[in-house]
């Protein structure tokens, strides 16, 4: 079975804020350099005692085929009053989902342990997660999630094996620039 990076993006629960060079709004603003295709994703229609996702985003970065490389996604959740994301959880989550999902495809992957980090002044927590078929290295992916008092996010970049390697670099370069509305 070959695995492209559009059926892992289908099955993987990734998750980016983008628009053309620079995304922004209220909340969140991130510097895309030349070479990503950014596309604004649907939302869905809010559902009473759901939680409002405000952004919800993605870039692809693809290599000298046109094949993706490396997708990254943003979510940005508006939370209710008084509601509180525990971030831990949310992380472990979207782990198990990425890992159930990757084993129904037959894959196998291998999770780092969580670790505390940041995404952008927020105190966050990530993984880092290694697609395997056959024991070949096919996928790693990078998730990361992080909650303010008012809104919450998710993070994803994933790329194939080679992919991620090439532009793991530039894609923290990105992460780092991205600039979030903590309300805190």
Known sequence: MHLSLRSCARVAF???LMIPGVASSADAM???PEGWEVEALPQPPPS???LTVQIRQRAVKN???GDPAMVVELTQTQLQPGHSVNVQSVLLEMRKAVQVNFARGGFQSVCTRMKDSTLSDIPAMETTCTITQNGNHVMTQTLVAAASPQLAWSLSYAGSAQGYAA???EVLRIRDSLRLGSEQ
Do not use: S, T
Request: proline content about 0%.
């Open 63 to 65: 290599d000298q085929n």
């Open 14 to 16: 990734c998750l980016v």
């Open 167 to 169: 532009h793991k670099d």
């Open 30 to 32: 991130i510097i895309w």
């Open 48 to 50: 009473e005692g759901q």
